[in-house]
């Protein structure tokens, strides 16, 4: 069974759709915590996506590392705006930073399973 290459609009649109927890942060900011903890659920369907319109280990880490910038702006936008409207405490930042150092592992470990796969099945 051979793989056929994605075409360059499918790689374009999965980078783009690597932004969307961006526009979701905007959009939910004020829930607070669970944005993070749905922004981890899109870290995981988004990582599958990546990996599967991905044909090899290059095109793999360039899509990864826009889930990473993603996630890191999804995280700093999304603490801005709740210390900035609902909560302007200093614990409203601590978990701000928990939640953005905990995301930039959580991307980089599904990033390196699947880079790890990927290199498996292409070798």
Known sequence: ????????IILILTAAANYLPII???IFYFLG??????LFCFQKILTILNFFVSNNI????ILSANLMISTIATTLLTT???MAKISPD?????VGQ????????????????????KF???S
């Open 1 to 8: 069974m051979t793989k056929t290459k994605p075409t360059p």
């Open 24 to 26: 979701f942060g905007l």
């Open 33 to 38: 915590f669970e944005v993070f903890v749905a």
């Open 58 to 61: 290059r095109q793999l880490l």
């Open 80 to 82: 801005y705006l709740y």
């Open 90 to 94: 200093s614990g409203t930042l601590l």
């Open 98 to 117: 928990i939640a953005l150092v905990a995301g930039c592992i959580v991307v980089a470990v599904f990033a390196a399973i699947a880079c790890l796969i």
């Open 120 to 122: 498996r099945i292409n």
